[in-house]
């Protein structure tokens, strides 16, 4: 029953900026971790941001904190992820997906959506 559908990817310059939207069903957003996820091609997947919807902590990658920020519109049941100053080393295949375990490792999260490619290039 959980289904998690992303959105927003595309082909964008080094410092610009971009939306992805995460629209989920099947559970409570703010019952469960959400999170987005990407994994560039041969590297492994890594966390980007979690938010806990049951205590809004959010649980920020080391490599985009400061440039990258989760929200979420519980009544719309969407999640986004606000993209900004993007460098080439952000392309890669984004992911979100939830669980119930606190934190924003990947083997943590149970269900997944399709994924959707953001290519940062000039």
């Known amino acids: 029953q959980f289904q998690l559908v992303e959105s927003g990817g595309g082909l964008v310059q080094p410092g610009g900026s971009l939306r992805l939207s995460c629209v989920v069903s099947g559970f409570r957003l703010d019952a469960y971790v959400i999170g987005w996820f990407r994994q560039a091609p041969g590297k492994g997947r890594e966390g980007v941001l979690c938010i806990d919807g049951r205590t809004n902590y959010t649980y920020y990658g080391d490599s985009v904190k400061g440039r990258f920020t989760i929200s979420r519109d519980n009544a719309k049941k969407t999640v986004h992820l606000q993209m900004n100053n993007l460098k080439t080393e952000d392309t890669a295949v984004y992911y979100c997906?939830?669980?119930?375990?606190?934190?924003?490792?990947?083997?943590?999260?149970?269900?997944w959506g399709q994924g959707i490619q953001v290519t940062v290039s000039s």
């Open positions: 997906a939830t669980g119930t375990r606190a934190g924003c490792d990947p083997y943590e999260f149970n269900y």
